[in-house]
């Protein structure tokens, strides 16, 4: 068994399974003519079922082929023109091939004992993402996450650890956190994990655009205040997962000053405009956040995970810090990235976005996320002139949310099934993949465009199939109610 171990005796075996792995996920790729098959859990469970885990294939080739049925011929294909469905991109081949470097060598980023050069490359991203964000470059930090529900988890354990009570007791219950009600459910989870109580997380109204109305978040800063809760942290988004909404950010910060609340920005999705050469404006005012979420994974086209949280002041993750002897002694004179971070051993997810720098550079990156900003608003416009359709709100990013609204039916309810059912029979088809959500307590469907290939005329073309799909289900529905 030990000729499966990777080291100077295997080199060989390690360099032909390497190649061969990539050879069938490259055919794979050439050849996809369709984002997904249309598998189902059930045609597809009895294969996974009936591999016996305790009989070994022995070679890397044979389990490759048994590969082939229960995941490769049927995965769903993000890097498909019509796979148009949540915030998942196409992948670019520097971080791809990073991939298989950080893999094979395996450092852990937790400590330099177990990384060296790695954690200086991280540092240097971290601090080239501040230098985007507008950070002074001597105070900021931050640290790669394993994505934008742990780096917000993070952000709200500091701003309730940096509260001021005034010489209070902190009481969970006493603490407030604003966010809009388009904003992501993590934010409910973190708050959860950090032990408040659901009403603590105060969901603020959006406006006709899915944007925070700061308004709305003065009023209830102020009610907080004179009820004598603490406000702990205003959450903002800069670009909403259904709709790439970007709440606004300077006016969020100047209420968060004149109320000491901690401001963090999730920009999971909208942090592609920090390297965007045309829109980078959008995101006027996040330098005031005291933290900032970014997932290179999401508008980076990087693999998953790749992710960070950036802090205005470094000297706040001082709340993740806990020494172990065996570790991080105390007085380590090195630098240690598990300082900083909620994880102990963790992959070195940066090098992907380093390879990408060095090979594409950051125009490159955000040339790519403008054109499906560009794409989105063409689709607009498309959606907007079409009758079959009602386009919920003009995009700031990169999402299309829309409902089929037949003109001879007028059941609310009805229109709901006939989305519902277009969009599952569209996906069963594999020709596209399309997302759902809800406006208004209504079903709509959702394109969360990330993929510069996508065209104006593959846009048309799923529109169309949605509209067959759907109309399908009406008349089938009309003929059994007759
Ligand atoms: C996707 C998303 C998250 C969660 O990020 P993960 O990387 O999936 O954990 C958080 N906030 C927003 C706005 C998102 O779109």
């Known amino acids: 068994m030990r000729s499966h171990l990777l080291n100077e005796t295997t080199a060989e075996l390690y360099r032909r399974s390497a190649t061969e792995a990539v050879e069938r996920v490259a055919a794979h790729i050439a050849a996809t003519k369709r984002p997904f098959t249309g598998v189902s859990p059930d045609e597809l469970s009895p294969a996974v079922d009936a591999i016996d885990l305790d009989r070994p294939l022995g070679d890397t080739s044979a389990a490759l082929d048994e590969l082939e049925e229960v995941y490769l011929r049927d995965a769903v294909y993000f890097h498909h023109p019509r796979y148009l469905a949540h915030l998942n991109c196409p992948v670019v081949i520097p971080a791809v091939t ?14 330099w004992d177990q990384s060296a050069g790695g954690t200086l490359i991280e540092r240097r991203l971290i601090d080239w993402t501040a230098g985007r964000i507008g950070y002074g470059p001597t105070t900021a930090d931050g640290v790669f996450t394993s994505g934008g529900s742990q780096s917000n988890l993070q952000a709200l354990l500091l ?18 956190v604003f966010t809009s009600e388009a904003s992501h459910f993590s934010v409910q989870k973190s ?71 901690w401001m963090h920005v999730d920009a999971a999705y909208g942090c592609g405009l920090l390297v965007s050469p045309t829109r980078r404006h959008l995101l006027e005012g996040i330098e005031s956040a005291d933290s900032v ?11 998953v995970s790749s992710s960070a949280l950036l802090v205005r ?68 416009k498309v959606l907007a002139a079409d009758p079959r359709f009602d386009v919920a709100v003009e995009p700031q990013l990169s999402t299309l949310v829309f409902r089929y609204i037949p003109s001879d039916v007028t ?12 969009r599952k029979a569209l996906f069963a088809s ?41 109309r399908q289900y009406l008349g089938d529905s009309l003929v059994h109610a007759s």
């Not at 990073?98 to 400590?111: F, K």
């Not at 706040?316 to 172990?324: S, V």
């Not at 059941?411 to 277009?422: G, T, V």
């Open 98 to 111: 990073a991939e298989a470097i950080l893999a094979a060598v395996n450092s852990s980023l937790d400590t």
């Open 159 to 176: 701003a309730r650890e940096e509260t001021k009570t005034d010489g209070r007791t902190q009481h969970p219950a006493d603490l407030r």
């Open 313 to 380: 002041d470094g000297v706040t993750l001082r709340h993740a810090t806990y020494y172990a002897d065996y570790l991080n002694p105390r007085s380590a004179p090195v630098p240690n990235q598990v300082d900083k971070s909620l994880q102990t051993t963790r992959r070195f997810d940066a090098l992907k976005l380093w390879m990408t720098l060095r090979v594409m550079g950051a125009d490159g990156i955000g040339e790519l996320f403008d054109e499906v900003v560009d794409l989105a608003a063409e689709g607009w």
């Open 411 to 422: 059941s609310p309810a009805m229109i709901d099934r006939a989305n519902l059912y277009a």
């Open 430 to 470: 594999g020709e596209a993949v399309v997302a759902g959500t809800k406006v208004g307590g209504r079903h709509y469907l959702k394109f969360t465009l990330l993929n510069p290939q996508t065209t104006v005329a593959d846009i048309e073309a799923v529109l169309d199939l949605l509209a067959g799909h759907a």
């Open 191 to 261: 708050a959860k994990l950090l032990g408040l109580p659901p009403e603590s997380v105060v969901a603020i109204p959006v406006d006709h655009d899915k944007r925070m109305q700061t308004v709305a978040l003065a009023h209830a800063l102020e009610r907080c205040e004179a009820e004598g809760a603490i406000p702990m942290a205003v959450v903002a988004t800069a670009g909403t997962t259904d709709f790439g909404s970007i709440d606004p950010l300077p006016e969020i910060a100047a209420l968060c000053a004149r109320y000491g609340t």
């Open 293 to 303: 979420t970014v997932d290179y994974h999401k508008s980076f086209f990087q693999p």
